[in-house]
């Protein structure tokens, strides 16, 4: 009974998170697949205890700063990407399969896990390859998953990248197999699977347009994830775009437009006091309660958050002019201008 509520309560959190606008989007497009060369292997045939790796310059990736990438001792495909000094770190799953090592000489294939980092710092690219990944379960004895992330510094995108891979078929049964369902999805903000809330963005079709592809949220309340429960939740359904090789998603930040282009509305909500040193309150004609995003008159992004009881701190902020942008109850955006004392 109480499973049941909770997952009611986490569907009824998913539609309210549709009249949001999320920090991060989502692009999909159809490149060719290559191995890796020159690449540093991290792990073969082999499920050890957290391998990892780090950089001496950090990397801006999606608006935060990455240091370190960690494999867990999860047996999943996942890649890690965190901050030393802060300890804050995001946890992608490029595809929803548990790895499983070389059972035995007659087994058919064994997996690898490398990296390489080409470009100067300011554009580097890095990629992580998964390769002959053999699930728990196989339809055909052959089955094994190709899959890249490449983390690019450029444009602060993360892009999970197909190489071969089973028929449609096989790896949906595959993956069924072992209790679970395609998927492709990364943790906010993640600290353990224990954690009291985790905030999980994942690809799927929106409701009004099957044959596209956006990043939806569902928020985990009762701080106990295990990819095989919940993946029916985060399911990758698009009929437009099946995982083959060569399909390629790239999950970029969401910035704002150029400050010109942005039409500011004075009318329906106020900013006070404005100009401010510590927190601005929102004085508007309906409840806030949403998430929102502060840019500098570049229009990049330099805060963003839910704003609580209409009031955002903004303490953190450089002084000079802001644009904040949120979202109404009703899925109206708006935009309001304020100075930082």
Same mark, same amino acid.
């Given at each position: 009974?109480?499973?049941?509520y909770?997952?009611?309560?986490l569907c009824?959190?998913?539609?309210?998170?549709?009249?949001?606008?999320?920090?991060?989007?989502?692009?999909y497009?159809?490149?060719?697949?290559?191995?890796?060369?020159?690449?540093?292997? #991290?792990?073969?045939?082999?499920?050890?205890?957290?391998?990892?790796?780090t950089?001496?310059?950090?990397?801006?990736?999606?608006?935060?700063?990455v240091?370190?990438?960690?494999?867990?001792?999860?047996?999943?495909?996942?890649?890690?990407?965190?901050n030393?000094? %802060?300890?804050?770190?995001?946890?992608f799953?490029?595809?929803?399969?548990?790895? =499983?090592?070389?059972?035995?000489?007659?087994?058919?294939v064994?997996?690898?896990?490398?990296?390489?980092?080409?470009?100067d710092?300011?554009?580097?690219? #890095?990629?992580?390859?998964?390769?002959?990944?053999?699930?728990?379960?196989?339809?055909?004895?052959?089955?094994?998953?190709?899959?890249?992330?490449?983390?690019?510094?450029?444009?602060? +995108?993360?892009s999970?990248?197909?190489?071969?891979?089973?028929?449609?078929?096989?790896?949906?049964?595959?993956?069924?197999?072992?209790? =679970?369902?395609?998927?492709?999805?990364?943790?906010?903000?993640f600290?353990?699977?224990?954690?009291t809330?985790?905030?999980?963005?994942?690809?799927? +079709?929106?409701?009004?347009?099957?044959?596209?592809?956006?990043?939806?949220?569902?928020?985990?309340?009762?701080?106990?994830? %295990?990819?095989?429960?919940?993946?029916?939740?985060?399911?990758?359904?698009?009929p437009?775009?099946?995982?083959?090789?060569? #399909?390629?998603?790239?999950?970029?930040p969401r910035?704002?437009?150029k400050?010109?282009?942005?039409?500011?509305?004075?009318?329906?909500?106020?900013?006070?006091?404005?100009?401010?040193?510590?927190?601005?309150?929102? @004085?508007?004609?309906?409840?806030?309660?949403?998430?929102?995003?502060?840019?500098? @008159?570049?229009?990049f992004?330099?805060?963003?958050?839910?704003?609580e009881?209409?009031?955002?701190?903004?303490?953190?902020?450089? @002084?000079g002019?802001?644009? #904040?942008?949120?979202?109404t109850?009703?899925?109206?955006v708006?935009v309001?201008?304020?100075?930082k004392?």
């Amino acid at each position: 009974m109480i499973r049941t509520y909770l997952v009611l309560l986490l569907c009824l959190l998913c539609l309210k998170a549709m009249c949001q606008i999320f920090p991060y989007q989502v692009e999909y497009s159809k490149q060719p697949y290559l191995e890796l060369s020159n690449l540093t292997i #991290l792990c073969k045939d082999s499920l050890g205890k957290k391998h990892f790796f780090t950089l001496n310059e950090p990397m801006k990736i999606l608006n935060e700063e990455v240091d370190s990438f960690y494999i867990f001792d999860w047996a999943n495909l996942h890649l890690n990407l965190g901050n030393k000094k %802060t300890k804050e770190s995001d946890l992608f799953v490029p595809f929803n399969t548990a790895l =499983r090592k070389r059972l035995s000489n007659t087994d058919s294939v064994g997996f690898s896990i490398s990296y390489n980092i080409t470009g100067d710092i300011g554009n580097r690219i #890095l990629k992580v390859q998964w390769k002959d990944v053999k699930p728990k379960y196989t339809v055909a004895p052959n089955d094994v998953f190709n899959i890249q992330m490449i983390i690019n510094e450029d444009d602060q +995108s993360v892009s999970y990248h197909f190489g071969p891979m089973p028929p449609e078929f096989n790896s949906f049964f595959s993956l069924f197999g072992q209790n =679970r369902v395609p998927a492709l999805y990364f943790f906010d903000d993640f600290i353990s699977f224990s954690d009291t809330v985790n905030e999980i963005f994942h690809i799927t +079709s929106p409701i009004h347009d099957i044959n596209k592809v956006e990043l939806a949220e569902f928020i985990l309340l009762d701080g106990n994830f %295990t990819d095989e429960q919940y993946s029916s939740f985060i399911f990758y359904n698009c009929p437009s775009v099946p995982i083959e090789e060569g #399909l390629h998603f790239k999950i970029l930040p969401r910035n704002l437009s150029k400050v010109n282009d942005i039409r500011v509305d004075r009318n329906k909500s106020n900013i006070n006091p404005n100009p401010a040193s510590n927190s601005i309150f929102l @004085t508007s004609d309906i409840l806030i309660d949403a998430y929102y995003e502060i840019t500098n @008159t570049s229009g990049f992004i330099e805060q963003k958050g839910l704003i609580e009881n209409n009031n955002i701190n903004i303490e953190q902020l450089s @002084t000079g002019l802001h644009f #904040l942008k949120w979202v109404t109850e009703k899925g109206e955006v708006r935009v309001n201008k304020f100075v930082k004392l």
